[in-house]
């Protein structure tokens, strides 16, 4: 039998989500729940690894068990042996070939920053900082470029790992409410720190450092020496995951209430 969870967490208190040797991941943490809630060694695979610092309200999980509970019970039992920074929000008996990972037909991210002239002890593990002012509507401009198939080369870490640096995005829309500015960024893949890297070149553009058109310059010169650096991890959130299924939830919440019809 194959059973499909939602998971929400904090990822300030983690390495990332893959077990690692001596630091704590959330794969660990849920693991080690499933284990004492199904009392056997329970593996699971996720929909999109994310890094140290990065939190999630839609993480898609699969595992393979013999256990018999409801969907409500798997919720309930595992909540109860899982560190207070990780929560399951939802369970789905799924078909025996859905795969957390290779069945999903995109992924959605948020970043959120906090855009004030003074840091907030509040909101520092929560979002990224900016304390220039940032202008939205330049932002818009250089996103737009990114929008389509392209290879991302530009903003891949060098360490990624990925056999191709092509991805698609389908989505890349930025909203401004208060101090506070999200992108929202969906794709059918992601390499690794390209949302960060993203970021980072929208708020060149976004504080007069660089004009919109510098961001396709970068992307299609395929040189990460080109972009601007790695942003933070804290403001990064994955918030979607799609499928074909239609009864699986598609979402999880915005982390700071993304309105569609606020003033952008």
Request: glycine share 6%; with cysteine; hydrophobic share 40%.
């Amino acid at each position: 039998m194959k059973i499909a969870l939602g998971i929400e967490y904090c990822g300030t208190a983690f390495n990332g989500w893959q077990v690692q040797p001596d630091c704590p991941s959330v794969q660990s943490a849920l693991e080690a729940a499933l284990e004492r809630f199904v009392c056997v060694k329970t593996p699971v695979i996720c929909a999109g690894r994310t890094d140290t610092g990065v939190h999630a309200t839609h993480q898609v999980v699969s595992l393979e068990t013999q256990a018999e509970r409801t969907e409500r019970s798997w919720v309930r039992g595992l909540n109860t042996f899982l560190p207070k920074t990780v929560s399951v929000r939802w369970a789905r008996r799924v078909p025996d070939d859905f795969h957390a990972r290779f069945s999903a037909r995109s992924r959605t991210y948020e970043y959120w920053i906090l855009n004030d002239p003074v840091r907030s002890p509040v909101l520092t593990d929560l979002t990224g900082w900016v304390f220039r002012p940032l202008d939205v509507e330049r932002m818009r401009l250089a996103a737009a470029h990114l929008l389509g198939e392209h290879d991302f080369t530009s903003f891949r870490a060098a360490e990624c790992q990925a056999k191709s640096p092509v991805r698609t995005v389908k989505r890349l829309e930025l909203i401004r409410q208060g101090r506070m500015i999200g992108v929202r960024i969906e794709a059918n893949a992601f390499l690794q720190h390209m949302v960060r890297n993203i970021v980072g070149a929208l708020i060149y553009v976004g504080t007069g450092r660089e004009e919109p058109d510098w961001v396709k310059a970068v992307l299609e010169a395929r040189s990460r020496a080109l972009a601007a650096p790695t942003f933070s991890p804290n403001g990064l959130y994955l918030t979607g995951v799609r499928y074909e299924l239609a009864d699986l939830p598609q979402r999880g919440e915005s982390p700071f209430g993304w309105a569609d019809g606020a003033v952008r």
